[in-house]
C-alpha cells in the first residue's frame, strides 16, 4: 500500500507524517543533484542533510503513531528510534540512516579516539541534531557534516515505503 497524501486520507490525517517524511525526501534529492555552486559548502550540506534527518523523524512518529494511536511529541531522534524499535523489533523493520552512532566504532590505530569522541558528544550532542543542522556552526552548533548523494534519499524512501506497506 503505497502512502498517501492528506487529501486522500479519510479525514483523520493518518498518513500525514509519512506523506511528509516523502516529501522532505523528494526535496532533499532535488537539492542533492542541484547544479550550484553552493554544492560543496559545509551549510548547503549540511541543509541537505536535515531534508533527511527531518524525514527520518516524520517516519518513525508515523509509524509509533501506527501502533500506538498517539504522536509522540519529541524532537530526539534517538529516542524517537528507540520507541520504534521498541515496537518493531523485527531486524526487517531496521531504518539505516547516517545519524545513528550507535554502533560507531573507534578506531585502534589512533588510540586517543574514545576520548576524542566523549569529547565531541559531549559539547555537540547528537541529541540536538537537528539543530546543528539548520544554523550554522559555531562555538554551539556545527561539530557534524553530511554529504549525502541523491541515491540515499531514493534508497530510504524505497525502505520507508517498503516498512510502511508492510505494517499495515
Keep these: 500500500m503505497a502512502p498517501k497524501s492528506k487529501r486522500e486520507t479519510d479525514g483523520t ?22 547544479e550550484t555552486e553552493l554544492g560543496n559548502d559545509a551549510d548547503y550540506q549540511n541543509a541537505i542533510a536535515y531534508q533527511l534527518f527531518h524525514a527520518v ?9 501506527n501502533k500506538t ?12 528510534e528507540d520507541k520504534y524499535a521498541r515496537l518493531y523489533p523485527d531486524p526487517s523493520y531496521k531504518l539505516d540512516h547516517p545519524f545513528d552512532f550507535s554502533d560507531y566504532c573507534t578506531s585502534e590505530l589512533n588510540p586517543d579516539e574514545d576520548d576524542l569522541y566523549v569529547a565531541h558528544v559531549s559539547k555537540f550532542k547528537p541529541r540536538f541534531m537537528d539543530q546543528h543542522l539548520r544554523y550554522p556552526a559555531d562555538e554551539r552548533t556545527g561539530g557534524y557534516s553530511f554529504n549525502i548523494d541523491g ?3 531514493d534508497k530510504i524512501k524505497a525502505k520507508m515505503t517498503d516498512i510502511y506497506a508492510t505494517s499495515s
Design 151 to 153: 541515491s540515499e534519499f
Design 57 to 65: 523523524e516524520l517516519f518513525y512518529k508515523q509509524m509509533v503513531k
Design 69 to 80: 494511536g498517539s504522536v509522540p511529541h519529541i524532537h530526539d531522534l534517538k529516542e524517537l
Design 13 to 34: 490525517n493518518n498518513y500525514q507524517f509519512i506523506s511528509m517524511a516523502i516529501a522532505y525526501l523528494e526535496i532533499g534529492k532535488v537539492a542533492a543533484e542541484a
